[in-house]
C-alpha cells in the first residue's frame, strides 16, 4: 500500500531556534501534500495543501512565514517552523495524495511528528 | 461550508460487545465519506470509506453506509476486541480534495 513518512518522529528545540520536519511518499508520486496540526485529544486541523512545484495554499489563520512549506519533488515536502515558541508545541501530520488514487479523494497519513518547544 | 459532526466520547466498552458511533455530515454536492483510526502515538490510517449514496465501506469487522437520506455514515463492529482502543475519526472529502474532520471519538476497550 501507500506509505508516508515523516522524519523525525519527536523533536525537542529551544524557543527561538527552527526545526524542519520533513513528509516523504515512500512508493507514489504526490502532486499534493497537506499539513495538519493536532492538539492534545483534539482533531487535526488543516494548516497548508502543498503542491509540487509551486507555491502553498495556507488555511485562514496560519501564518505563512512562521510555518515555512517546501514541495521540491513529487515525493518530499518540508515544513519549517520558524522561530519556534512553546505555543507551536504539537503533533504535526502530513498526507499525500496518490495520483493513482485521484478520484477518491484519499489520502494517506504520515505517522506524525512530535514538536516540544522549551 | 462541509462539517462532520461525531458523537463525544469517550466510549468504553466490555470486549466482545457491539459499537457504534455516531457520524452526520453536513456538505455540498456528493462527497466521499471516510473512518480514520489513531492508535496511541501514532499517525492516522484510513480505515474504511465510501464514495457514493448506499455504498457500504468495511474493514477488519467495521462497516459504515453511505445514507444520503439522513447525511450520516454511522461506524458499526459487532463484537469489539481490547486491540479496537483507539481514537476514530469521521471525515469528508469534497470537491476540494481537503479532508474536512470530526473532533474524534475515543474508544476503550476493557476486557
Known amino acids: 500500500g501507500a506509505v508516508v513518512s515523516q522524519h523525525p518522529s519527536r523533536v525537542i528545540c529551544k524557543s527561538g531556534t527552527s526545526v524542519k520536519i520533513e513528509c516523504r511518499s515512500l512508493?507514489?508520486?504526490?502532486?499534493?501534500m497537506f499539513w495538519y496540526r493536532q492538539f492534545p485529544k483534539k482533531s487535526l486541523m488543516l494548516m497548508a495543501t502543498s503542491n509540487e512545484g509551486s507555491k502553498a495554499t495556507y488555511e485562514q489563520g496560519v501564518e505563512k512565514d512562521k510555518f515555512l512549506i517546501n514541495h521540491a519533488s513529487l515525493t518530499l515536502s518540508t515544513l519549517t517552523v520558524t522561530s519556534a515558541h512553546p505555543e507551536d508545541s504539537s503533533f504535526y501530520i502530513c498526507s499525500a495524495r496518490d495520483l493513482g488514487t485521484y478520484s477518491y479523494n484519499e489520502q494517506f497519513f504520515g505517522p506524525g511528528t512530535r514538536l516540544t518547544v522549551l | 461550508g462541509n462539517s462532520v459532526t461525531q458523537m463525544e466520547g469517550p466510549v468504553t466498552l466490555s470486549e466482545e460487545a457491539f459499537l457504534t458511533i455516531n457520524c452526520t455530515y453536513t456538505a455540498t454536492g456528493y462527497p466521499s465519506l471516510f473512518w480514520y483510526v489513531q492508535y496511541p502515538g501514532e499517525g492516522l490510517q484510513l480505515l474504511l470509506k465510501?464514495?457514493?449514496?448506499?455504498d457500504k465501506g468495511s474493514n477488519k469487522g467495521f462497516e459504515a453506509t453511505y445514507r444520503k437520506e439522513t447525511t450520516s455514515f454511522h461506524l458499526e463492529k459487532g463484537s469489539v476486541q481490547v486491540s479496537d482502543s483507539a481514537v476514530y475519526f469521521c471525515?469528508?472529502?469534497?470537491?476540494?480534495?481537503?479532508?474536512?474532520f470530526g473532533s474524534g471519538t475515543r474508544l476503550l476497550v476493557r476486557p
Open positions: 465510501a464514495t457514493k449514496a448506499d
Open positions: 512508493d507514489f508520486q504526490a502532486t499534493t
Open positions: 471525515a469528508l472529502a469534497g470537491s476540494s480534495y481537503k479532508l474536512i
